[in-house]
């Protein structure tokens, strides 16, 4: 049974919403919806982005760690060899002369392995940067 003075009770007037605040509350969930759709396409844009860069910079992480590694076991034999030969020196002057050479081979060698290496880095960072500058001129048109 309803009680007419109770506004909990059924037999109160329902409540109607004006066609105005449900116009607003619509294009407000519609205005939602899309705002949501478009962050969950950079979302998964930038995913990607970051999948790419990270594969990139751990492939160039293997080519430089190879490239380190040959130049290591290079430098190694190097020594070595030196090693042996100063055994075969008979003079002073004549071990002052391998060393010298030596030295200015390593030297020569150091300097061009540095270069290497760093041109190696370069590639890799510019690479890395690659996607980003893709993902970043699609989200970011220039200005006419």
């Known amino acids: 049974m309803t009680n007419p003075s109770d506004p909990f009770s059924a037999s109160v007037i329902p409540f109607e919403v004006p066609e105005q ?3 607003f509350a ?9 705002s949501y759709a478009k962050f969950k ?10 999948e790419a860069v990270f594969t990139t910079v751990s492939k160039g992480s ?3 760690s190879a ?3 040959e130049f290591f076991k290079a430098n190694t034999t190097t020594q070595l060899e030196f ?12 071990a002052m002369e391998l060393w010298t050479s030596h030295a200015r081979k390593q030297f020569e060698t150091y300097g061009a392995q540095a270069k290497e290496l760093a041109e190696l880095g370069q590639k890799v ?3 890395a940067a690659e996607p980003i500058k893709a993902s970043a001129a699609k989200l970011y048109k220039p200005a006419a």
């Open 21 to 23: 605040m449900r116009a």
């Open 26 to 34: 619509e294009k407000g969930v519609s205005q939602a919806r899309d």
């Open 41 to 50: 396409d950079a979302a998964e844009t930038h995913n990607s982005t970051v």
């Open 62 to 64: 293997s080519e430089y």
């Open 67 to 69: 490239k380190v590694l």
């Open 83 to 94: 090693a042996q030969s100063l055994f075969s020196v008979k003079s002073p002057t004549e």
């Open 125 to 127: 960072a510019a690479e």
